[in-house]
């Protein structure tokens, strides 16, 4: 029988002898690959950090104790452990599991993050508030090596190293290697130095030098290194010493017996502590320790090969962006890009091999990559900032501060924009539009389909000013492309298919679903225009007010916040040229984070398919049918308002024409 079967949550754990943890493990491992490999997901750092969640698990007192997971992609094994086994299959789907730690999941879940660089922070705040409430359990954070890349992480650290309150920080490093010597060294010195008696002489060793007079504090500095050059020459924790923390590492994460007795000494010891472990991303799967780049975060594949589970014949909008770019970097040096430590999520890869010198990855370290970007273009070079909707978040005042209002010419390729499908809440490129949109100097578009998409990058890099192009996750439509990318004149839409009776104003994915949406209202006698905006900003106010004077009612679609996006862009471009008197319907996202779950799943939930927004058109003329009957009531005619071919047209009694 499987041991994780017996384990319904951390107390569990306790009644288990430490030599059966690595069989648990094992079967830990078991779940997770066959999971992943049939719902994607993150994989090689969850592989990874399985025997430091057992450790913790074992020894902390959850969730009294408070274990904060930087990032969470790294929290499948916190799941199995804490009481979460029978609905892991759900992971990452609709209604199920979250991928990451979800407050609203578990009580074991302290704090929900999707972005890396959050976790010492929050944590920190839990530590003050334990002080502040008189408790007395533990805080530990879990913080990936990557997140160490992230200025907030080092913020996190400075002010929690100069308050000095008990506080425990485990640098999960799984990009070093860590050689069976200094493992065994490393470990060895590590329960020394962590022990209670070492811990008793140091305290009372540093305050006997301290008292000498005028040395003293030299004397005591000299001690402290001469202890770090005896924990290891290979990796001194002086930075973190001089943050505050005591370091104490690396150790093996993986082996039990460097992992309990290590943890359980430094729970014991006062202050801020960071205790550094190596763990290998991918253990236990051969596949995803050759790759771990691709199985960081991968869809579903074929468990016996590691392959792709699926293989579209067509190429993604990212690769698109990315080619144009390379085609374009070819003929201007001045173009170079610059990624957030999303190189392969974002295809630069392919720009790098292209242009090594020209391809800048930051870390996570979005606020600086905007800023490096501005700094660029100041000098007249043309930069082009790569990053996911979600994570230009990040860096919102630089984009307004350090770049808009100095008119750079630096380009944004928003990749994700729109739902992401199983990455959910904390994914989700729902903002982009409302949050670029209303920054003045900002130029904002979004393609219709892949061919444009080429354009509009063309676009952008011929832009003297900031410019963004924003486009979706997934694979493209297999539209011809033209030989050559041009720039679009800036701010004109594209009017697809003329009418008379509504006007469907469309932007990015949402344009093709519109046509078919139109198509299926002209089989029913009613005329729609087709309006591809091309722009949020500058908006074709010109197209929109033409259009707009012609026909009965008007409908926006957008992927993303209707809340300040597309639609309100549009009817504020009405209001300002005084046309108050057309029906008006905004189909978005709503005032709330969308959940996970497939992307066709979930514009079908909120009415971004062809289906939606026909049933949003007709849904709008019944009501505005419905209004001039009751409106021709009122001033005593009688007779039924109808939806027709030309329009809505109140038919009186006795009136054949009607009115």
Excluded at 284 to 296: L, N, R
């Amino acid at each position: 029988m499987s041991l994780l079967k017996i384990v319904h949550g951390p107390s569990d754990l306790k009644r288990m002898a430490p030599e059966q943890f690595p069989e648990l493990c094992q079967d830990i491992r078991e779940q997770i690959i066959s999971t992943v490999s049939s719902v994607g997901g993150h994989l090689g750092s969850n592989l990874g950090v399985i025997e430091l969640t057992v450790a913790l698990h074992y020894l902390l007192d959850t969730p009294k104790d408070k274990i904060v997971w930087d990032t969470s992609n790294q929290v499948y094994a916190h799941k199995l452990l804490t009481g979460r086994r029978e609905q892991f299959h759900t992971l990452r789907q609709f209604g199920g599991l979250s991928g990451f730690c979800k407050r609203e999941e578990s009580v074991f879940d302290t704090f929900n993050a999707g972005h890396a660089g959050t976790g010492v922070s929050a944590a920190f705040g839990m530590v003050e508030a334990r002080e502040q409430l008189g408790q007395k359990h533990k805080v530990v954070c879990v913080v990936g090596d990557g997140a160490m890349t992230a200025g907030m992480t080092l913020e996190g650290l400075h002010h929690a190293g100069g308050l000095g309150k008990d506080f425990l920080v485990i640098l999960n490093d799984n990009q070093m290697s860590i050689s069976k010597n200094v493992g065994a060294i490393s470990a060895y010195l590590n329960r020394t130095f962590t022990g209670e008696f070492y811990t008793r002489v140091r305290e009372e060793t540093g305050h006997l030098l301290r008292s000498i007079p005028h040395i003293g504090r030299d004397m005591q500095k000299i001690a402290r290194r001469a202890e770090e050059l005896a924990k290891g020459i290979i990796l001194p924790g002086l930075l973190f010493e001089e943050l505050g923390f005591q370091y104490v590492g690396p150790i093996d994460g993986h082996r039990f017996d460097h992992l309990l007795p290590t943890l359980e000494n430094v729970l014991k010891l006062k202050g801020p502590v960071l205790l550094h472990v190596i763990t290998k991303k991918g253990l236990g799967y051969e596949p995803a320790m050759k790759d771990p780049v691709w199985f960081h975060a991968c869809p579903a594949f074929v468990r016996e090969t590691g392959e792709p589970a699926k293989k579209s014949p067509r190429p993604s909008y990212t690769a698109i962006a990315v080619n144009t770019l390379v085609k374009l970097a070819k003929r201007d040096p001045r173009i170079v890009a610059i990624t957030a430590a999303m190189c392969e999520g974002t295809g630069l890869t392919v720009f790098e091999k292209e242009f090594p010198d020209r391809l800048y990855d930051v870390g996570i370290a979005e606020q600086h990559a905007v800023t490096f970007a501005g700094g660029l273009a100041a000098q007249g070079m043309r930069p082009v900032v790569a990053m996911y909707a979600t994570f230009l978040q990040r860096a919102y005042d630089q984009v307004v501060h350090d770049v808009a209002t100095q008119n750079l010419p630096v380009t944004f390729c928003i990749d994700r924009g729109g739902l992401v499908a199983e990455d959910g809440t904390t994914h989700h490129g729902a903002f982009d539009f409302p949050y670029l949109r209303h920054v003045p100097n900002m130029v904002v578009m979004a393609p219709k389909d892949e061919n444009e998409l080429q354009h509009m990058l063309k676009t952008c890099l011929t832009y003297e000013g900031p410019a963004a192009v924003r486009y979706p996750r997934g694979t493209s439509l297999g539209v011809t492309m033209d030989a050559e990318p041009a720039a679009l004149p800036i701010g004109k839409g594209e009017l697809l298919r003329d009418g008379t009776d509504v006007a469907i104003f469309a932007i990015g994915v949402t344009v093709w679903q519109a046509v078919k949406a139109a198509e299926r209202l002209e089989h029913e006698g009613i005329s729609a225009a087709v309006i591809n905006a091309r722009f949020v900003k500058p908006i074709d106010a010109e197209l929109i007010g033409n259009i707009a004077r012609r026909v009965r009612c008007l409908v926006t679609v957008e992927e993303a916040a209707k809340k300040g996006g597309f639609g309100s862009a549009v009817l504020e471009t009405l209001s300002d040229q005084g046309i108050i008197d057309v029906p008006t319907r905004l189909i978005g996202l709503p005032d709330w984070f969308i959940e996970q779950g497939p992307q066709d799943l979930l514009r079908e939930k909120y009415g971004l398919t062809a289906e939606g927004i026909y049933q949003s058109v007709k849904s709008l003329m019944a009501q505005v049918a419905s209004e001039a009957s009751m409106g021709n009531k009122r001033s005593g005619r009688t007779g039924t308002a109808k939806v027709h071919a030309k329009g809505i047209r109140f038919e009186s009694e006795g009136d054949e024409q009607g009115s």
